[in-house]
């Protein structure tokens, strides 16, 4: 793949190209005649080309130096804006990825977490999947154990605990989720017997939930967060763990990476969802 040093000469190259010599490109470019001279014999080193034929009145094109113009001149304007620098003005973009229910409080305290005026992007990844970090698929993680290798750095976070929620008269049958998580695995072998609802994401158990349609299996952070709900029994001691905030090391000193650790974890400590 082409880097921006490279686009670089081969934009001189243009330059004394269409010129017809390094004075008049110089003061296109706002390059030394000496430096663009040594950048085209380097580009013709690279390359190994003879680009250009050097005399008293100026460079004049070989006929490969001709074939390269030909070409470049078709492909400089895509160039030229793949490799344009983002606008000065762009708020830096932070990806981060959350189990259904951290997302739900996160995303509930969105206006904390951007700052104000917002100084930061944030796209979302609502997902029990885990994105990789160290493909950079995501900048921000939350993960329900501490993870190992790959150079991250982590933070520990709450406790999470969950518990069997439901209205005051709702049906005694379980919200069944179809998903690979913990808690879900949990029903099924436990509440095989009683499902009544199936849903294919956590989040609809709790709209389910709520509509009274039977019990579903949630963290107390959500549970409780509902005046609606209440729990219908204790909390299950085995399905409670330490949530992690995980982030590479690489990135984790970055300003807007930094600004939005410390406000989700805020928001995470202080409201979950009020």
């Known amino acids: ?4 040093e490279n686009w670089d000469d081969l934009r001189l190259f243009l330059a004394v190209a269409r010129h017809r010599g390094l ?4 003061r296109e470019t706002g390059n030394s ?35 390269l113009l030909s070409d470049l001149t078709d492909l400089e304007p895509r160039l030229a804006r793949i ?16 189990g259904s229910w951290t997302s739900l409080a996160l995303l509930n305290n969105i206006n904390n977490i951007l700052g104000s005026p917002p100084d930061i992007r944030l796209r979302f990844f609502a997902s029990e999947e885990k994105l990789s970090l160290t493909r950079r698929e995501i900048v921000i993680g939350f993960r329900n154990e501490r993870p190992t290798g790959g150079n991250l750095a982590s933070r520990r976070l709450s406790k999470i605990s969950f518990a069997p929620y439901g209205t005051e008269n709702a049906s005694p049958l379980w919200i069944n989720v179809l998903a690979e998580t913990p808690s879900a695995r949990w029903l099924a072998r436990h509440g095989a017997d009683r499902f009544g609802c199936e849903v294919n994401t956590p989040r609809n158990s709790l709209d389910l939930a ?65």
């Open 23 to 26: 004075s008049p490109a110089a």
């Open 210 to 274: 709520i509509q009274g349609h039977g019990i579903a299996l949630l963290p107390t952070f959500i549970g409780d967060a509902f005046p609606v709900l209440e729990r219908k029994d204790n909390i299950i001691e085995e399905l409670s763990h330490d949530q992690w905030l995980v982030t590479h090391n690489d990135d984790r000193h970055l300003p807007g990476v930094r600004a939005a650790i410390e406000r989700m974890c805020q928001a995470l400590k202080t409201s979950r969802m009020d």
């Open 33 to 67: 005649p000496a430096t663009l001279g040594r950048r085209m014999m380097a580009l013709e080193q690279r390359l190994a080309r003879d680009l250009f034929h050097r005399h008293d009145r100026g460079y004049t094109l070989t006929a490969q130096g001709q074939t």
């Open 83 to 98: 490799l344009a620098p983002a606008k000065q003005d762009a708020l830096p973009l932070v990806k981060v990825s959350a």
């Open 1 to 4: 793949m082409m880097n921006s």
